[in-house]
C-alpha cells in the first residue's frame, strides 16, 4: 500500500478484492468496518469509502443497514465471473506485423468465447502504465502482454505485481521483462541477427554495417547475434559500423548514419547493411537510392521479420521469418490454459527462426 504511482483507493480496492478472490473473505463474511481499515492502511474515509463503493458497484460487495458490508455470493458476482474478456496490450496494433499478431491471438479467443479488449503503448512506459491501471479495474480474465522498451527496465512492476495478488493470468509476446517470471513466446533473435550476417559473411561481405533499435531486447538480442557471426568467422568489428538507436530516433539515426557510410570512398564504405527490422530495411533503401546507388549491385541489405514490407518494393527483401499470426493463436491458447486452470503445462515457447534469401542480397 506504499505505491505511489496507484491511487490509495485503488491500491485498497485490489487489496479487498484479493482477500476475496483467495478465500481469504468468504462468501456472506462480513469484512472489516470502515473505521478499522481506516485505521490498518492509514487511509482518510473517504478513500476507504472510495474503494468498498467501487467493489459494492461492482457485485463483489453488498451492504446491509445497521449491520455492516459483506461479501458476495459467486452468482451475485454479476460480470466478473461470466465475462470472459482478454485484454492484448502491445506497443503498437494498427502498424507493421502487429495487425497479423492480433488477429491469429483475436480468433483463438473467439473460438473460445472470449472478448478481445485491445491497447496499445506507443513503446512509450507512461503509456503502458495508464492502460495497466486502467485495466486492472476491469473483469478480465487474463492479458497477453509486450513488454515496452523491454531493455530499460520496467518501472511499472508494481502493477504487474498487481495482477499476481488478483490472480489474474498473463503472457508476453515478443519478449519478457528481465526480472519477470511469467511465461512467454518470443524468437530466437540472437539466432535471427546470427543468420542475417553469416549468410551475408558467406557472401564475400567484410565490410558489414548493423543498425540495431536497442530499447528493446529484440534488438540487443539481434545485436548479439551480428557479434557472434563476425567472431566466429574471425572478422574484426569496428564500432564505427554499429549503429544502436531508440525508438524515438527511428527515423532519424540510422537514415543518417546510412548517408554518411554511403558518401565515403567505395574502397570504405560498407558493402552491406544489418537492419533491426523490414521497415527500416525499406527506409534505407531510399537512402540508397538518392545516393544514386542501387541494391544489391552496390550494396546488400537484409531486414527481419518478413512483413509486407519484404515484398512491397521492387528489390524483395533477404529477411528472418517472424512467426505473426502463429504466435497470436499459441498465446492465446497458453492464456486459456492458465485462465481455466488446465492440467497441461505451459512452457514458454521461443521460434527458431528462419532466413528468407530474396534479391537483396548478392555475393561480392
Known amino acids: 500500500m506504499k505505491d505511489k504511482n496507484i491511487p490509495k483507493y485503488l491500491q485498497l480496492k485490489n487489496e479487498i478484492l484479493s482477500w476475496i478472490k483467495s478465500g481469504k473473505l468468504k ?3 462480513k469484512i472489516p468496518t470502515e473505521y478499522e481499515i481506516v ?5 482518510s474515509r473517504h478513500t ?3 474503494a468498498l463503493g467501487e467493489l459494492e458497484h461492482e457485485g463483489w460487495l453488498y451492504k446491509i443497514q445497521g449491520s455492516g458490508t459483506f461479501v458476495s455470493k459467486p452468482k451475485s458476482i454479476g460480470k466478473q465471473e461470466t465475462t470472459k474478456t482478454v485484454a492484448i496490450l502491445t506497443t503498437y496494433i494498427s502498424d507493421y506485423i502487429f495487425p497479423h499478431i492480433v488477429r491469429g491471438a483475436e480468433e483463438a479467443l473467439y473460438e473460445k468465447g472470449y472478448r478481445l479488449l485491445l491497447a496499445s503503448t506507443g513503446n512509450n512506459k507512461d503509456k503502458e502504465r495508464e492502460h495497466l491501471e486502467a485495466m486492472i479495474q476491469q473483469p478480465l480474465s487474463g492479458l497477453i502482454i509486450e513488454p515496452t522498451k523491454s531493455a530499460q ?8 505485481l498487481v495482477l499476481n495478488n488478483l490472480h489474474i493470468p498473463y503472457v508476453m509476446i515478443n519478449e519478457r521483462y528481465l526480472e519477470m517470471n511469467c511465461p512467454y513466446i518470443k524468437m530466437d533473435d540472437a539466432r535471427g541477427g546470427y543468420l542475417l550476417t553469416d549468410h551475408l559473411i558467406q557472401l564475400g561481405h567484410r565490410r558489414i554495417a548493423g543498425f540495431f533499435k536497442t530499447d528493446d531486447l529484440q ?3 539481434r545485436l548479439k547475434g551480428f557479434i557472434q557471426a563476425h567472431q566466429e568467422h574471425g572478422m574484426p568489428l569496428t564500432t564505427g559500423h554499429l549503429i544502436s538507436y531508440m525508438t524515438e530516433e527511428r527515423d532519424t539515426k540510422p537514415l543518417e548514419a546510412a548517408r554518411l557510410f554511403l558518401q565515403q570512398p567505395k574502397e570504405a564504405r560498407p558493402t552491406a547493411f544489418v537492419c533491426y527490422n523490414d521497415e527500416l530495411a525499406v527506409k534505407l533503401l531510399d537512402v540508397i537510392r538518392q545516393q544514386g546507388l542501387s541494391v544489391p549491385n552496390d550494396i546488400s541489405i537484409v531486414g527481419f521479420d518478413d512483413s509486407i514490407f519484404a515484398t512491397a518494393t521492387e528489390v524483395k527483401l533477404t529477411t528472418i521469418r517472424h ?3 502463429d504466435m497470436g493463436v499459441r498465446a492465446a491458447e497458453m492464456l486459456v490454459k492458465m485462465i481455466e486452470k488446465q492440467h ?3 512452457e514458454d515457447i521461443v521460434y527458431q527462426p528462419e532466413l528468407i534469401i530474396r534479391d537483396s542480397t548478392k555475393r561480392v
Open 27 to 29: 462468501p456472506d463474511e
Open 39 to 43: 485505521t490498518q492502511f492509514q487511509l
Open 48 to 50: 476507504v469509502r472510495q
Open 153 to 160: 527496465g520496467n518501472p511499472n512492476l508494481n502493477y504487474y
Open 219 to 221: 534488438g540487443v538480442n
Open 323 to 325: 512467426p505473426k499470426v
Open 344 to 346: 497441461e503445462e505451459v
